[in-house]
C-alpha cells in the first residue's frame, strides 16, 4: 500500500488551458474527497465520491470544475479554461467509511501544485 | 463563513517546552475533531483526534483537549522537538454523513533548539 497518490505533483499552464489531475487512494477505501489549498489558508472541501457516486459538491466546485470516480477507484479533477485564481494545491483524500474512525480520519496525498500564468 | 478558527498563524517555541495550538468552532453539530500536520511539498498528515464524547485524548507526546461549551479544543505538544516545526491544522466534521472535514487556516509552529 502506497498511500493516496497524485499526478501531476507539480503543473503550469496558461490562462484558458485546461488541466487534469489523477487521485489514486487507497485501495480498500471507498470514500474520496478532492481538495483546494491557497496560500496561508486550510484546505477547502471541493467534493466527495462515494464509490463512483458524486455525492456532494461545494459551491467553490464551478461549472468549469468536474470530478469524476468512474469505476469506483481512482478519479480525476479537471479544471477548463483555467484563471489565474485556480492557482492552488488540489489534494485528494480517501477513507474507509467504515467504523467510527475510519469513517472520520481521510488519508491526504501530496497533492497536485497548479499555476496559471 | 468560517466554521473552524485557529487565530494564531504561528508559534514560536523552545525545544523541550510545552507546545499549546488553540482551535475554536462555531457549528455545534460537530462531532468529531482532528488535528493534522503539514511538511513543506507534503500533504497533511493525521496526528490525532478525539470524538465529542471524550474531553482529553492522548497519544505519546501529543494531547487533544476539548471543551465543548467553550467550542474550544487545544493541542499540546510535549516535550517540544525540532521535528514537531510544521504548520498544524485543526479540523472538524460531523460523524454518519459524508464526514467530510472542515479545516481551519493552521497555525505554524517552530521549534527552536
Known amino acids: 500500500d502506497t498511500g493516496v497518490s497524485q499526478d501531476p505533483r507539480h503543473k503550469i499552464t496558461k490562462r484558458g488551458q485546461n488541466v487534469t489531475f489523477r487521485c489514486d487512494p487507497i485501495s480498500e477505501h471507498n470514500r474520496l474527497y478532492w481538495y483546494r489549498q491557497t496560500l496561508g489558508q486550510g484546505p477547502e472541501f471541493l467534493t466527495y465520491?462515494?464509490?463512483?457516486?458524486?455525492?456532494?459538491k461545494s459551491r467553490l466546485l464551478s461549472d468549469r470544475f468536474s470530478a469524476e470516480r468512474p469505476k469506483g477507484s481512482f478519479s480525476t479533477l479537471e479544471i477548463q479554461r483555467t484563471e489565474q485564481g485556480d492557482s492552488a494545491m488540489y489534494l485528494c483524500?480517501?477513507?474507509?467509511?467504515?467504523?467510527?474512525?475510519?469513517?472520520?480520519?481521510?488519508?491526504f496525498g501530496a497533492g497536485s501544485r497548479l499555476t496559471v500564468l | 463563513d468560517q466554521q473552524v478558527k485557529q487565530n494564531s498563524p504561528s508559534l514560536s517555541v523552545q525545544e523541550g517546552r510545552i507546545s499549546i495550538l488553540n482551535c475554536d468552532y462555531t457549528n455545534s453539530m460537530f462531532d468529531y475533531f482532528l488535528w493534522y500536520k503539514k511538511y513543506p511539498a507534503e500533504g497533511p498528515t493525521f496526528l490525532i483526534s478525539?470524538?465529542?464524547?471524550?474531553d482529553k485524548n492522548e497519544d505519546g507526546r501529543f494531547t487533544v483537549f476539548l471543551n465543548k461549551s467553550a467550542k474550544h479544543l487545544s493541542l499540546h505538544i510535549v516535550p517540544s522537538q525540532p521535528g514537531d516545526s510544521a504548520v498544524y491544522f485543526c479540523a472538524a466534521s460531523v460523524s454518519g454523513g459524508y464526514n467530510k472535514l472542515i479545516f481551519g487556516a493552521g497555525t505554524r509552529l517552530a521549534v527552536h533548539p
Open positions: 483524500a480517501s477513507s474507509t467509511g467504515t467504523g467510527y474512525s475510519g469513517a472520520n480520519v481521510l488519508t
Open positions: 478525539i470524538s465529542s464524547i471524550k
Open positions: 465520491f462515494q464509490n463512483e457516486a458524486q455525492l456532494e
